[in-house]
């Protein structure tokens, strides 16, 4: 190899590091937990206590697939930890009405269920 293809290969190496070591240095996204108040709110549906331990929080929209083919695994969670009093399982309706047109509606449909208490009922039919 030449000497001008080493200074080369050096300087890419030197750059590359250097954006490396600044995108991680910089990366704080997800380093300090969001607090529980903000992820459970009074007025959340949940199947347990609030102060529990463990609070497992889904943001769900009703229409997506993806949520879809989670719930399975959402739905054997809960089967397994139903009756322990450190778990809770809080459903927060995340409406994505740019691409999904039944979206909102269904939201509104589980909120109206819940204000008579039929959310989780809602909840699995939809």
């Not at 293809?5 to 490396?20: C, H, N, P, Q, T």
């Not at 990366?27 to 609030?50: C, F, M, W």
């Not at 331990?53 to 930890?81: H, M, R, S």
Request: proline content about 6%; aromatic content about 10%; charged content about 15%.
């Amino acid at each position: 190899m030449s000497k001008e293809a080493k200074v080369m290969v050096l300087v890419f190496v030197l750059i590359f590091s250097g954006l490396g070591f600044l995108i991680v240095k910089n990366n704080k996204v997800g380093t300090q937990p969001i607090s529980k108040e903000i992820l459970v709110r009074p007025a959340s549906h949940s199947t347990g206590d609030p102060n529990a331990k463990v609070n497992l929080v889904e943001f769900g929209d009703f229409q997506c697939p993806a949520c879809a083919a989670a719930a399975p695994i959402i739905k054997e969670i809960l089967n397994t930890y139903k009756d322990n009093p450190n778990f809770n399982f809080v459903s927060r309706n995340f409406p994505l009405t740019s691409i999904h047109q039944n979206a909102l509606i269904s939201a509104q449909a589980a909120e109206a269920a819940g204000g008579q208490g039929k959310y989780w009922e809602m909840y699995d039919l939809l």
